[in-house]
């Protein structure tokens, strides 16, 4: 499967601040995703990064919080903005392996924590 | 009602027994169902996949679907403590979809 980087790995920001995490995979995917996993909870869906167009956001999600870019097809970045301590949560990369029914595979993930 | 279920535990077995990990869900056009492995403080890894009613073995792992009850399940056959983990079940619907996850704990 593809490998994924993603960084930086962690962080502790100041709120009002905002931080962006990169995701650079070693091969060309269709399907780029983000999630937010806040302590002690599951994966829940940020957006879906779209190579050349604006990222969809799911419910509860919206740009000018979570802008994202998605410049080529093996590099996305999520910035998360003028943040506050409720944004602390790991935020993780994926990338789907073929179509939308297949598994996606992660990235290590940024652990984000804000003061 | 949660689209993804699963009981959060712990669920303590001891070394060598087979832990059984339940999940349901709630859409019935849900097509793929998939199980990731979550140790502490590192990102989800895919375990198992399965698309269609029946069992499927990968090594101590077998995953069960019953489409027709909306349950997904996972047996793991002489649990080790490297199995310790949490174990996500995920399902695709209109997109991917976690459960909150069991927590697995395999005693000595």
């Known amino acids: 499967s593809a490998v994924i980087s993603q960084k930086p790995s962690r962080d502790i920001c100041q709120r009002g601040t905002s931080l962006t995490i990169q995701c650079q995979v070693d091969?060309?995917?269709?399907?780029m995703f983000w999630y937010r996993q806040q302590p002690g909870q599951s994966l829940t869906l940020i957006a879906t990064?779209?190579?050349?167009?604006?990222?969809?956001?799911e419910s509860g999600f919206v740009i000018d919080k979570f802008p994202i870019s998605r410049p080529n097809l093996t590099f996305s970045t999520l910035t998360v903005s003028n943040m506050s301590p409720e944004d602390s949560s790991i935020y993780l990369c994926s990338v789907g392996t073929g179509t939308s029914n297949q598994p996606q595979h992660f990235g290590d993930g940024t652990r984000l924590s804000i003061l | 009602q949660k689209e993804v279920e699963q009981n959060s535990g712990p669920l303590s077995v001891p070394e060598g027994a087979i832990a059984s990990l339940n999940c349901t869900y709630s859409d019935r056009v849900s097509q793929s169902f998939f199980w990731y492995r979550q140790y502490s403080g590192k990102s989800p890894e895919l375990i198992m996949s399965?698309?269609?009613?029946g069992d499927k073995e990968d090594g101590r792992f077998t995953a069960q679907l019953n489409k027709a009850s909306q349950y997904v399940s996972l047996l793991i056959r002489d649990s080790q403590p490297s199995d310790s983990a949490t174990y996500l079940c995920?399902?695709?619907?209109?997109?991917?979809?976690f459960g909150t996850g069991t927590r697995l704990q395999v005693t000595l």
């Open positions: 995920a399902v695709v619907a209109s997109k991917l979809t």
């Open positions: 399965i698309y269609s009613n």
């Open positions: 990064a779209n190579q050349g167009s604006e990222a969809t956001y």
């Open positions: 091969s060309q995917v269709t399907m």
